[in-house]
């Protein structure tokens, strides 16, 4: 008998004709094989070791908001407001070791209210890149209660487990962005003796998930996969961000503010800003508009974000680190070609997206209007090493363009 038939690997037992290659050891053998899983164990463990010394960095609400300044513009109050949540519930949670038996600090979930396109989903996923922690969206409007047709409340948590690679530790200390919030509102202000499955009863399926509690979570989603073992994850540390448009919430505030005018002791307060009326939202105002008041107490921490004037839209466009002109002028770079652009082509691109009224989405739609003929020729063209957008260029791909006409018309 051949003595290397006989010679195995130490560790999974696989004789040596079977593998690529068997390195052998003072006492014992190893294969190409299980060199790779090793391999692959430490790389994993590394990295993991350096993703939770990342993430238990605590920033201070300074450095948090001066952190979102690279990336939004305007909208100081939501991110004064969001910053000290932040800060304050991932203290809470670093610091367990200082805070006393006896006083239990509770979360400090957000909610976000305002107009589509002024940035809700922007703050919460520039928070979680700098807290470097799993984060995930997860869209109201396709809940529904138990039983069904829809997704159930703890699909939510799936999306956050995935985020984290399954990791349940890094999971638990996770954000959840939860957008569009205001469509679960009740339907009316009187509570239904029928079932509102996808409104007042996701609310009430949301009450232990966001307050605090063990949820077990199916980790390729509940129905599908009936069969699958449950993942059990404790919310208690899950940072729980909703953001909603609440889209006629302004009367409920106009309705408040008026009330409270009336009367002897009431005084004519011009003061109020009745252009910006979300900037007096109030949690009786949301409870008003149909959530109801066992959520609004769940989310503590209520901020808002004004609509975005052509002032805000131009700095938008031009200033941020990820702003829309700079990524096409990176796009263009890669081809070697040096793109700029006219002032004025500034102002007319902010002028159509108020006319839109899409808020900052509509600069990417009026952006792409006006450089879907550049981007389609120029890479061709390889001589040509400058291209300046002007006003009249721009104007001309706007009245020429399909898909603004679209718009325009409706």
Request: aromatic residues 6%.
């Amino acid at each position: 008998m051949d003595l290397g038939e006989s010679i195995e690997c130490s560790f999974c037992e696989k004789n040596k004709h079977h593998t690529d290659l068997l390195i052998a050891g003072k006492s014992a053998h190893i294969c190409n094989i299980c060199i790779e899983t090793a391999y692959k164990l430490i790389n994993k463990e590394n990295n993991s070791s350096i993703n939770i010394k990342q993430s238990e960095t605590l920033h201070d609400p300074k450095k948090i908001k001066d952190y979102l300044d690279h990336y939004i513009v305007g909208q100081e109050n939501a991110k004064k407001v969001l910053s000290v949540a932040v800060y304050n519930h991932y203290k809470r949670i670093l610091r367990q070791d200082m805070i006393l038996e006896d006083v239990e600090i509770q979360k400090s979930n957000v909610i976000l209210v305002g107009r589509t396109g002024t940035g809700k989903t922007l703050l919460a996923k520039s928070i979680s890149k700098l807290l470097n922690l799993p984060f995930c969206i997860a869209d109201a409007t396709v809940l529904t209660e138990a039983g069904y047709v829809g997704e159930d409340v703890e699909s939510v948590l799936t999306r956050l487990l995935q985020a984290a690679d399954y990791d349940v530790e890094r999971a638990e200390k996770g954000i959840v962005f939860i957008d569009e919030i205001d469509k679960i509102a009740r339907k009316s202000d009187n509570p239904s003796i029928t079932r509102d499955v996808s409104g007042e009863g996701v609310q009430q399926a949301m009450l232990k998930l966001l307050e605090g509690t063990i949820v077990n979570v199916p980790p390729q989603g509940g129905r599908k996969h009936p069969d699958q073992k449950m993942i059990p994850i404790n919310t208690e540390n899950i940072l729980f961000i909703s953001g909603g448009a609440f889209d006629g919430v302004e009367y409920h505030i106009s309705q408040r503010l008026n009330s409270q005018s009336i009367g002897f002791g009431s005084s004519n307060d011009n003061s109020v800003d009745k252009d910006n009326l979300l900037r007096y939202v109030l949690p009786q105002d949301l409870k008003n508009y149909g959530i109801i008041p066992e959520l609004v107490g769940r989310m503590p921490v209520i901020s808002y974000l004004l609509p975005l004037d052509a002032k805000a839209l131009k700095r938008i466009l031009t200033e941020p680190k990820n702003s829309i002109i700079k990524q096409y002028e990176k796009l263009f770079l890669i081809d070697n070609v040096k793109l700029t652009f006219e002032d004025k082509v500034f102002d007319l691109i902010v002028e159509k997206a108020l006319e839109y009224k899409l808020g900052a989405r509509g600069l990417r739609s009026i952006c792409e209007a006006i450089m879907l003929d550049a981007m389609f020729e120029i890479p061709s063209k390889k001589s040509k090493r400058d291209y300046l957008v002007t006003y009249e260029y721009a104007m001309l791909k706007l009245m020429n363009s399909d898909s603004l006409k679209t718009v325009r018309a409706a």
